[in-house]
Structure formats: structure tokens, C-alpha cells
């Protein structure tokens, strides 16, 4: 139901110059009159468990890439160890896709098998 606030229907310009009669093909061009804003689809952005990646690890990536303190870091971290997924935040597209991959590159160079992924809302 909120999908119809702010909708308006698109107008027909009337881009006729010359009233019809002459050389002008008579193509219009449709227009909006009220700007349309779209909200963007947002993604969580998810740790995944495994057996090896260090506590400690999981704790600083969260800190790192998503701005926890400590405290939160670690309730998410243990979460995580406890129920096999959980969320670190939920982003735009663009943001979403550049956490998952600076958390998949880091975890690389430490040859962790940490695994981060996103899935839309
Ligand atoms: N299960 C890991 C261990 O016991 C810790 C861990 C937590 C790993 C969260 C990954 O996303 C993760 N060392």
C-alpha cells in the first residue's frame, strides 16, 4: 500500500511545433511532473560459522568493516558461533557488495576460511 504514496501518472508532452501540418513527425516525449523517488532495495550483510576462523578474528572484522564496538562485536561473533549465521547490517547494493569483499579478501590474506555473504531483504 505504501508503493502508491507519491504516485503520479507519467504526463504526455505535446512536442507538435508546428501543429501537425508540416515536417514535424510528431513524436512526444513522455514527462513526470512531481520528481519520483525510489527507496533502494537494501541486503543484509551476513557471517556465516566454520571451525577454524578465531574468535578474536571474527571480532575484529566486525569492528573493522562494520563500525561495533567491542561489545558488539563480540555478542555478534558469539551469536554467529552459536546459531551458524548471523548479521552484521544491512547496506544499499553498492555498500553491501564492497563489505562482502573487503571481509572476504582480509579473511584471505590471513588464510581464514571466514565466509561473508549478502541476501536482499
Ligand atoms: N566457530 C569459530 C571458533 O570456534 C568462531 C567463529 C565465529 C568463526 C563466527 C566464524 O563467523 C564466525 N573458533
Known amino acids: ?48 560459522n566454520d571451525d577454524y576462523t578465531p574468535m578474536e578474528f571474527v571480532i575484529h572484522v566486525l569492528e573493522r568493516f562494520f563500525q561495533k564496538d567491542h561489545e558488539a562485536a563480540t555478542r555478534i561473533m558469539l551469536h554467529v558461533h552459536n546459531h551458524g549465521v548471523g548479521e552484521c547490517g544491512i547496506y544499499t547494493f553498492e555498500v553491501a557488495e564492497t563489505k562482502v569483499t573487503q571481509v572476504m579478501d582480509f579473511a584471505r590474506q590471513h588464510q581464514h576460511p571466514l565466509q561473508c555473504v549478502m541476501e536482499k531483504n
Not at 513524436?27 to 520528481?35: D, G
Request: glycine residues 12%; proline residues 6%; hydrophobic residues 25%.
Open 1 to 48: 500500500m505504501d508503493e502508491m504514496l507519491g504516485a503520479r501518472p507519467a504526463r504526455l508532452q505535446d512536442n507538435d511545433k508546428d501543429g501537425g501540418g508540416g515536417t514535424d513527425r510528431g513524436t512526444s516525449v513522455i514527462t513526470r511532473t512531481k520528481p519520483k523517488t525510489k527507496r533502494p532495495s537494501l541486503y543484509r550483510v551476513l557471517l556465516l
